[in-house]
Antibody
């Protein structure tokens, strides 16, 4: 059974960098698109971006200038960095696995709430 | 950018059938999945590839996709089905979500 587990600080100061890691278990890192998604309080789901096992990335245009997603195949994990954060970046952040070909989200992490506040 | 449109809310009586729609241009050409999101929990996929149901998802959940509209149908709706539901597609190498539909069982 595939399991994804997010980790990282729950509180980040404005203008600083939000950093999260997603540990993958129960599957290899190849073949899939490893994805970050967020949900601000009271709002819908927002795709942040994804990376494949070879390191190719694609980002939401609205966040592209501030986002970096990377993968560590040796540790079987991938990471999110979002810089210059503001209160608008306060959200529950989820890592997820997208199946190649059909391109559906097959697995979700449990999510982690990140609050941007001084 | 590609857009998926869902009704903000749908209400259904217990035991009745709920239908949640998701509209988008040429949607039939894409695979649609549906994700159930309850407060304080992570989303759960309930339908993938338009109509396939993952193991562990009750048979009362079904999906279809025709023309420009995909539909999630819940037959014999139960109180536990009350949640937000999101449709999801893939376009131009990006995940696309609908705005979500709040299903109320009353």
């Amino acid at each position: 059974q595939v399991q994804l587990q997010e980790s990282g600080p729950g509180l980040v100061k404005p203008s600083e960098t939000l950093s999260l890691t997603c540990a993958i278990s129960g599957t290899s890192i190849s073949t899939y698109f490893w994805t970050w998604i967020r949900q601000p309080p009271g709002k819908g789901l927002e795709w942040i971006g994804h990376i494949d096992y070879s390191g190719r990335t694609n980002y939401n245009p609205s966040l592209k200038s501030r986002v970096t997603i990377s993968v560590d195949t040796s540790k079987i994990q991938f990471s999110l960095k979002l810089n210059s954060v503001t209160a608008a970046d306060t959200a529950a952040y989820y890592c997820a696995r997208v199946i190649s070909g059909s391109y559906f989200i097959a697995s979700w992490g449990q999510g982690t709430l990140v609050t941007v506040s001084s | 950018s590609y857009e998926l449109t869902q009704p903000p809310s749908v209400s259904v009586s217990p035991g009745q059938t709920a239908s949640i729609t998701c509209s988008g241009e040429r949607l039939r050409e894409k695979y649609i999945s549906w994700h159930q999101k309850k407060p304080g929990q992570s989303p759960v996929m309930v339908i993938y590839e338009d109509r396939e149901r993952p193991s562990g998802i009750p048979e009362r959940f079904s999906g279809s996709n025709s023309g420009n509209t995909a539909t999630l149908t819940i037959r014999g709706t139960q109180a536990m089905d009350e949640a937000d539901y999101y449709c999801q597609a893939w376009d131009s190498s990006a995940v696309v979500f609908g705005g979500g539909t709040k299903l109320t069982v009353l």
